[in-house]
């Protein structure tokens, strides 16, 4: 089983700065990491797939990066509506499994 | 458009099961794999399994294995998922999703399922 963690657990951070989200691999899923978005009440978005691609309709100051083990979410300029919590998920070997989450707030 | 919807709130004593469905419309059923995720209240999300609607072959996450059973009906387009030996950690909103992790990914509406005695 390919557990993920993810740091910090919570960011706090003010609308305009830059935020980046860590997410560890147990054991290398090459490319098949997803990050989603979710807001209180709301089902998950997907923000990005196989690492570095951007879902359909998200805006650019989202990217992804990493292969193997190690990946990175960052958004470049936080606008208000991005404070929200952020979960890596990776699908391997028909085994899928999600990260703890990182939950950006308002400083 | 896509749309899975999903059966209603549940409230099960411990030790009881539960099965949720959802329903699925506006593309092929049997073209994509759906997918059950929860949430318990304040918590992440935990993937719990996958079916396949084409063969209705499936895969768990090794924690449910043994508790949980998927199933499908091409007829009416729907997935179902049932939990068994409910305890009160199985306090959760219950999703069913297609393509996680994937472009094209849609979410059901979730069901909440409550383990009260």
């Known amino acids: 089983e390919i557990v993920l963690t993810q740091s910090p657990a919570t960011l706090s951070l003010s609308p305009g700065e830059r935020a980046t989200l860590s997410c560890r691999a147990s054991?290398?899923?090459?490319?098949?990491l997803a990050w989603y978005q979710q807001k209180p009440g709301q089902a998950p978005r997907l923000l990005i797939y196989?690492?570095?691609n951007r879902a359909t309709g998200i805006p650019a100051r989202f990217s992804g990066s990493g292969s193997g083990t190690d990946f990175t979410l960052t958004i470049s300029s936080l606008e208000p509506e991005d404070f929200a919590v952020y979960y890596c998920q990776q699908r391997s070997n028909w085994q899928f499994s999600f990260g703890p989450g990182t939950k950006v707030d308002i400083k | 458009q896509v749309q899975l919807v999903q059966s209603g709130a549940e409230v099960k004593k411990p030790g009881a099961s539960v099965k949720v469905s959802c329903k699925a419309s506006?593309?092929?059923?049997?073209?994509?794999?759906m997918h059950w995720v929860r949430q318990a209240p304040g918590q992440g999300l935990e993937w719990m399994g996958i079916?396949?609607?084409?063969?209705?072959?499936?895969s768990y996450a090794q924690k449910f294995q043994g508790r949980v059973t998927m199933t499908r009906d091409t007829s009416t387009s729907t997935v179902y998922m049932e939990l068994s030996s409910l305890r009160s950690e199985d306090t959760a909103v219950y999703y069913c999703?297609?393509?996680?992790?994937?472009?094209?990914?849609?979410w059901g509406q979730g069901t909440l399922v409550t383990v009260s005695s």
């Open positions: 506006g593309y092929t059923f049997t073209s994509y794999y």
């Open positions: 196989d690492a570095s």
């Open positions: 054991q290398s899923v090459s490319s098949y």
């Open positions: 999703a297609r393509r996680v992790g994937e472009p094209g990914d849609y």
């Open positions: 079916i396949n609607p084409s063969g209705g072959s499936t």
